[in-house]
């Protein structure tokens, strides 16, 4: 295990009715808000109206931008830098989904930042200030309501860049699993493939003795396995819709991977996909992380049997390890499948004219990944064989 330093001060409010809370929460760091929404289902299901409701009673002054794309768009998020920079704004709240919270980390950011924000994506500076961020989550999936990541697409240079700052880490986070009864069925299934692969980058590393990271990691894989036909099947199942957000939040908080070193490859490679096609970025996962595990394996197998066997109960008698771990990979295609996944590219129409583009955009002239280190040519063969 390698050194660590860990601490994340998000406080969570978990539960039924827990929006009741949210002006005791917003008051502490001012009065006047921007909020932030997505296309419209907060108005829809009324989370937006018993939001406001709180806050009005509390005397704050609110503000609001709403048409936060999926993978939300830098020319919106401009907007929003604009109103709390005009407004004075004093704390954001996002409500809403991943996409929602990472356009509103990347708000808070700009809003107090002379410069472009996209400056911090491109890594031409430094995020040294952020206004503070409050969230209601909607959707499990990103993790974004306890962590400091953002990612967002410039659809002008078609890039789809990530950011991580302790500055954007959320001051509170409302998690009601009842918010979550009316999400899409496809935007369930993609949540779950995106809890899913947030484990997969952490837990396929060649960090040694790390049993408890790895536990951490294979529980909640299980936790979110045996819950997902369940809340696809009744999606008001309120115990199965709490694990699975639950194990969202947890799935990408900093505590799995401590000590360890990370890969998140496979995440650069369907950033760079979506960015050209557009697409739903569970949806490209589901795609390309078995590949990625087959492509990879014979660089730590024993990590990929480890997998087979915990968390797919994989049975090893009179088996090789190559076989134990190509089986371990072909259940997690086999349930990603079952739950309603894309597997191939061209489930969303997308060919090989652009695969040497896309390659080029995943490694931005070098390489990515550390279980193995993949280069451009590399990622060019993971794409063809997901087509």
Same mark, same amino acid.
């Given at each position: 295990?390698?050194?660590?330093?860990?601490?994340?001060?998000?406080?969570?409010?978990?539960? /039924?009715?827990?929006?009741?809370?949210? #002006?005791?929460? %917003?008051?502490?760091?001012?009065?006047?808000?921007? %909020?932030?929404?997505?296309?419209?289902?907060?108005?829809?299901?009324?989370?937006?109206?018993?939001?406001?409701?709180?806050?009005?009673?509390?005397?704050?002054?609110?503000?609001?931008?709403?048409?936060?794309?999926?993978? &939300?768009?830098?020319?919106?998020?401009?907007?929003?830098?604009?109103?709390?920079?005009?407004?004075?704004?004093?704390?954001?709240?996002?409500?809403?989904?991943?996409?929602?919270?990472?356009?509103?980390?990347?708000?808070?950011?700009?809003?107090?930042?002379?410069?472009?924000?996209?400056?911090?994506?491109?890594?031409?500076?430094?995020?040294?200030?952020?206004? &503070?961020?409050?969230?209601?989550?909607?959707? #499990? #999936?990103?993790?974004?309501?306890?962590?400091?990541?953002?990612?967002?697409?410039?659809?002008?240079?078609?890039? /789809?860049?990530?950011?991580?700052?302790?500055?954007?880490? &959320?001051?509170?986070?409302?998690?009601?699993?009842?918010?979550?009864?009316?999400?899409?069925?496809?935007?369930?299934? *993609?949540?779950?493939?995106?809890?899913?692969?947030?484990?997969?980058?952490? *837990?396929? !590393?060649?960090? !040694?003795?790390?049993?408890?990271?790895?536990?951490?990691?294979?529980?909640?894989?299980?936790?979110?396995?045996?819950?997902?036909?369940?809340?696809?099947?009744?999606?008001?199942?309120?115990?199965?819709?709490?694990?699975?957000?639950?194990?969202?939040?947890?799935?990408?908080?900093?505590?799995?991977?401590?000590?360890?070193?990370?890969?998140?490859?496979?995440?650069?490679?369907?950033?760079?996909?979506?960015?050209?096609?557009?697409?739903?970025?569970?949806?490209?996962?589901?795609?390309?992380?078995?590949?990625?595990?087959? *492509?990879?394996?014979?660089?730590?197998?024993?990590?990929?049997?480890?997998?087979?066997?915990?968390?797919?109960?994989?049975?090893?008698?009179? /088996?090789?390890?190559?076989? %134990?771990?190509?089986?371990?990979?072909?259940?997690?295609?086999?349930?990603?499948?079952?739950?309603?996944?894309?597997?191939?590219?061209?489930?969303?129409?997308?060919? !090989?004219?652009?695969?040497?583009?896309?390659?080029?955009? #995943?490694?931005?002239?070098?390489?990515?990944? !550390?279980?193995?280190?993949?280069? /451009?040519?590399?990622?060019?063969?993971?794409?063809?064989?997901?087509?």
């Amino acid at each position: 295990m390698e050194n660590f330093e860990f601490h994340n001060p998000t406080k969570l409010l978990f539960g /039924k009715g827990e929006i009741e809370k949210i #002006a005791n929460e %917003i008051v502490r760091y001012g009065n006047k808000i921007l %909020i932030v929404t997505g296309g419209g289902s907060v108005k829809k299901i009324g989370i937006l109206d018993q939001a406001i409701v709180h806050l009005e009673a509390s005397g704050c002054t609110w503000f609001h931008l709403e048409g936060i794309e999926p993978n &939300p768009r830098l020319t919106t998020i401009q907007k929003g830098i604009e109103i709390c920079k005009r407004e004075g704004i004093e704390i954001v709240l996002a409500i809403g989904g991943g996409s929602v919270i990472d356009a509103s980390k990347a708000i808070c950011a700009g809003a107090m930042y002379d410069g472009d924000v996209w400056d911090f994506y491109t890594r031409k500076s430094t995020i040294r200030s952020a206004l &503070p961020l409050g969230t209601v989550l909607t959707l #499990a #999936a990103t993790g974004s309501e306890m962590n400091g990541n953002s990612v967002v697409t410039n659809w002008e240079t078609q890039e /789809k860049l990530a950011v991580g700052s302790n500055k954007l880490l &959320p001051k509170f986070s409302i998690l009601d699993p009842t918010y979550t009864y009316s999400v899409p069925k496809d935007h369930t299934v *993609y949540g779950i493939v995106d809890i899913m692969s947030h484990v997969f980058e952490q *837990y396929f !590393s060649h960090t !040694s003795h790390t049993p408890l990271q790895d536990r951490f990691s294979e529980a909640i894989l299980k936790t979110v396995i045996e819950n997902a036909t369940k809340v696809i099947d009744n999606p008001k199942n309120y115990d199965a819709r709490a694990n699975i957000l639950l194990s969202s939040t947890f799935a990408l908080n900093g505590l799995i991977n401590i000590g360890k070193t990370t890969d998140w490859a496979t995440h650069a490679i369907e950033h760079a996909v979506s960015a050209v096609y557009d697409i739903p970025h569970g949806g490209g996962l589901a795609i390309l992380f078995p590949h990625w595990m087959a *492509y990879v394996m014979d660089n730590g197998i024993e990590k990929f049997v480890t997998f087979a066997v915990n968390v797919w109960n994989v049975e090893t008698e009179g /088996k090789t390890d190559k076989e %134990i771990a190509l089986e371990g990979i072909t259940k997690t295609r086999e349930f990603f499948n079952r739950i309603g996944a894309p597997s191939q590219l061209k489930n969303y129409n997308i060919g !090989s004219e652009r695969i040497e583009e896309m390659a080029e955009k #995943a490694v931005r002239g070098g390489t990515i990944g !550390s279980y193995k280190r993949l280069t /451009k040519e590399d990622v060019i063969k993971i794409l063809q064989e997901s087509l």
